[in-house]
């Protein structure tokens, strides 16, 4: 039977295997290509998505220019971000709407991607030559005041719980609240149920006190999962030495991004970054430092049509209440030079030169969040 395909349906398709060409063909160029291809590469934080063609979906897209660049990135494992995060929609039901939603997106690319929940899902995902989707969150606010629902969203695949965004909520204080007040009684109940479910307790976006005190009161390590060193650059969505050191002497993890915050500027460079998993490692040790960069892998085409859409997603925020200090429409929501599907490969030949073995990049790149994975879910 003849199949016919329209000219955007064509247009799409031949875009995705451009995209493919093109990464493959700066891989091969890659000295650093040979280790990383048999590396486990863990984006803690992150997501599969176009920025050339921006969504207000949190559920990723799996089209094939997401799907071809992801997979020529070397990428392993990305936790998405889906559910409630603001706006007026009911947290709850959003949350389920999105995982749901997640669910048959896996179904139907079965071959490219595959859902985690467990260690053993992220071996088998790279042996397989799938992405794997970690499912979380970054707000709470889905839990209302039921710290019960954390099982209905561990039972439906959730793995990681990030109890605050940037603005306080019923389980504490986020990094922009003013009053840094801590931990809630209910986010205390919150944090002992997710322990009782081998779920991650997220603590990136945190206020300091409520990141203390929750990293405290788990009976399990805790992650931070995408943040930067407040040592290096004094912006509240940066987190201090206490706070980077309790997390890895309870045995944690914490996740550096390629985010504006970065640099006192606004305008993070892939030094930057460097420096930053520099001063984690100092202050936390090699086996608690990774990377969440807060992005994606497809490499944007446009910059200038980029950055009308920003402005505009900017605004949003700023009028939602949600924006962090260091946000502006000229920063980037990633590094300028460090971005696209040769981001990892290129973080890892940096580190290296930096002076890192390659043991130690490797740890970075992945191995250190399948430690503190294994220490939440089991091996």
Not at 34 to 59: E, F, K, Y
Not at 214 to 220: D, F, I, L, M, T
Not at 345 to 357: D, F, I, M, S, V
């Amino acid at each position: 039977m003849a199949m016919t395909i329209d000219r955007r349906d064509f247009m799409t398709l031949a875009a995705g295997t451009m995209a493919l060409e093109a990464a493959s063909a700066a891989v091969a160029a890659s000295p650093a290509e040979a280790p990383i291809r048999n590396w486990i590469v863990v984006n803690a934080l992150g997501g599969l998505g176009d920025p050339n063609h921006p969504s207000d979906s949190l559920v990723p897209d799996l089209g094939p220019r997401v799907l071809a660049e992801a997979h020529a990135s070397g990428l392993t494992m990305v936790n998405v971000t889906l559910g409630y995060v603001s706006g007026p929609d009911d947290p709850f039901e959003a949350s389920v709407r999105d995982i749901a939603a997640t669910d048959r997106l896996i179904r139907d690319h079965a071959r490219d991607v595959t859902k985690i929940l467990t260690v053993a899902d992220i071996r088998r995902a790279k042996a397989e030559g799938r992405i794997g989707l970690l499912y979380g969150f970054q707000n709470g606010a889905m839990m209302g005041k039921d710290a019960t629902r954390v099982d209905i969203f561990a039972d439906l695949g959730v793995r990681v719980f990030q109890l605050t965004y940037n603005p306080a909520n019923q389980i504490g204080d986020g990094s922009m609240a003013p009053e840094n007040r801590g931990l809630t009684p209910f986010g205390h109940e919150v944090i002992a149920r997710a322990n009782d479910r081998r779920v991650m307790v997220d603590l990136s976006h945190s206020g300091e006190r409520t990141c203390l005190e929750a990293a405290r009161a788990s009976r399990a390590p805790i992650s931070i999962n995408h943040t930067g060193c407040r040592a290096l650059v004094d912006l509240p969505r940066n987190k201090t030495d206490a706070e980077l050191r309790l997390v890895a002497e309870r045995g944690g993890f914490v996740g550096i991004y390629f985010m504006p915050f970065l640099n006192a500027s606004g305008h993070a460079r892939a030094e930057d970054v460097v420096a930053h998993i520099d001063h984690a490692v100092n202050v936390c040790g090699e086996d608690h430092v990774g990377i969440g960069t807060d992005g994606s892998v497809t490499q944007i085409d446009d910059l200038h049509a980029y950055e009308a859409a920003l402005a505009q997603e900017i605004a949003k925020r700023r009028a939602a209440g949600i924006s962090a200090a260091g946000e502006r429409p000229d920063t980037y929501p990633f590094v300028v030079d460090l971005r696209g599907p040769d981001q990892f490969r290129k973080l890892a030949r940096l580190l290296e030169a930096k002076g890192y073995p390659p043991h130690r990049v490797e740890k970075i790149m992945g191995q250190n969040f399948l430690r503190y994975a294994e220490t939440i879910w089991g091996a």
